[in-house]
């Protein structure tokens, strides 16, 4: 395994690359990207048990970009703070971009153009379940995905259709690759902080090993039942009014059209406000005791791929 530092800015002595981390050479091409989004951190502790737990010797490639934002991480936000820029929107860059922002996409891009999978690691900001976003693939580069999906540990997958619901994600790298004939697995962790314990953590190690293994990349360790975790569309819970919440459901829940989520204490007043669901489904995330700003999200509820809303 080596490390070398690829060359994206010069900021006059505070230059700017990203790591990067290479095992193996040739065929099969796995490229994983963690942290494109500054403040989505519990990718790191997945690495970190991922790294120690691979062979010395793997057949073909590996590349792990560990931190691809890495002004957005000691920023602690989820932005490139230099520009503001969302470095997983704007996909792909036009030749008239510039700046930090365009530069780190067109270096993201061209090391995602030899691999033929990615493997691109986020981490939700409020508590929620883990999931793999599956984006709409052709048929071949499908087989692989959800080959992989039936490894994962992950407990949900999240279709993402390509439609006006999901249309803010449609500028993200994974759709710019998916175009290119990359198989693209972007997996949401829950937040570090609302992680279990490190038996979670390994797990999802454990999962992506299993993934690895799944491609190519080595053996497979251990012979174990497969199956791809049960999938939902994602229906998010916009808030119409600004204070703190107080959450009095649960996740994993499942909610009715005017089940109440939790609670908004009007800070002048210090009145509460029930927050009812709009939508009926499993509770896949929800805010905690936070400042919730009219517009933020507050929760989000699943629905079972293929049923009504
Ligand atoms: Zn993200």
Same mark, same amino acid.
């Given at each position: 395994?080596?490390?070398?530092?690829?060359?994206?800015?010069?900021?006059?002595?505070?230059?700017?690359?990203?790591?990067?981390?290479?095992?193996?050479?040739?065929?099969?091409?796995?490229?994983?990207?963690?942290?494109?989004?500054?403040?989505?951190?519990?990718?790191?502790?997945?690495?970190?048990?991922?790294?120690?737990?691979?062979?010395?010797?793997?057949?073909?490639?590996?590349?792990?970009?560990?931190?691809?934002?890495?002004?957005?991480?000691?920023?602690?936000?989820?932005?490139?703070?230099?520009?503001?820029?969302?470095?997983?929107?704007?996909? *792909?860059?036009?030749?008239? !971009? $510039?700046? #930090? +922002?365009? &530069?780190?996409?067109?270096? =993201?891009?061209?090391?995602?153009?030899?691999?033929?999978?990615?493997?691109?690691?986020?981490?939700?900001?409020?508590?929620?379940?883990?999931?793999?976003?599956?984006?709409?693939?052709?048929?071949?580069?499908?087989?692989?995905?959800?080959?992989?999906?039936?490894?994962?540990?992950?407990?949900?997958?999240?279709?993402? *259709?390509?439609?006006?619901? !999901? $249309?803010? #994600? +449609?500028? &993200?790298?994974?759709?710019? =690759?998916?175009?290119?004939?990359?198989?693209?697995?972007?997996?949401?962790?829950?937040?570090?902080?609302?992680?279990?314990?490190?038996?979670?953590?390994?797990?999802?190690?454990?999962?992506?090993?299993?993934?690895?293994?799944?491609?190519?990349?080595?053996?497979?360790?251990?012979?174990?039942?497969?199956?791809?975790? *049960?999938?939902?569309?994602?229906?998010?819970?916009?808030?119409? &009014?600004?204070?703190?919440? =107080?959450?009095?459901?649960?996740?994993?829940?499942?909610?009715?059209?005017?089940?109440?989520?939790?609670?908004?204490?009007?800070?002048?007043?210090?009145?509460?406000?029930?927050?009812?669901?709009?939508?009926?489904?499993?509770?896949?995330?929800?805010?905690?005791?936070?400042?919730?700003?009219?517009?933020?999200?507050?929760?989000?509820?699943?629905?079972?791929?293929?049923?009504?809303?």
């Amino acid at each position: 395994m080596k490390s070398r530092n690829i060359a994206i800015a010069d900021l006059g002595g505070h230059d700017l690359s990203l790591p990067m981390i290479e095992h193996g050479s040739g065929r099969p091409e796995v490229l994983i990207i963690n942290n494109l989004h500054g403040n989505e951190i519990t990718g790191f502790y997945v690495l970190d048990a991922l790294l120690r737990e691979l062979p010395n010797s793997i057949q073909g490639r590996l590349r792990i970009i560990p931190c691809a934002n890495l002004l957005g991480l000691v920023a602690k936000q989820r932005a490139n703070p230099l520009d503001g820029a969302d470095l997983n929107r704007g996909f *792909p860059p036009s030749d008239k !971009e $510039r700046g #930090v +922002q365009a &530069a780190i996409k067109r270096v =993201l891009l061209e090391l995602s153009g030899s691999a033929q999978v990615l493997i691109d690691l986020h981490t939700f900001t409020r508590p929620s379940l883990s999931a793999v976003l599956r984006l709409p693939h052709p048929p071949k580069q499908s087989r692989t995905l959800e080959r992989c999906l039936a490894v994962l540990n992950v407990e949900t997958v999240i279709d993402i *259709p390509d439609n006006f619901e !999901e $249309r803010p #994600v +449609q500028s &993200a790298l994974g759709f710019a =690759l998916v175009q290119k004939g990359v198989t693209v697995i972007p997996i949401e962790f829950p937040p570090a902080h609302c992680v279990k314990d490190n038996a979670e953590i390994e797990s999802f190690a454990a999962g992506l090993l299993s993934a690895l293994a799944e491609l190519g990349l080595m053996k497979k360790i251990v012979k174990r039942e497969q199956h791809v975790p *049960p999938s939902f569309l994602r229906q998010q819970v916009i808030s119409d &009014a600004s204070g703190l919440f =107080l959450p009095t459901a649960t996740l994993r829940q499942s909610v009715m059209v005017g089940d109440v989520l939790g609670f908004l204490i009007h800070p002048r007043s210090v009145t509460k406000t029930p927050v009812v669901s709009p939508y009926r489904g499993m509770l896949f995330e929800l805010a905690q005791r936070q400042m919730i700003v009219f517009g933020d999200k507050i929760a989000t509820v699943a629905r079972s791929s293929g049923s009504k809303a």
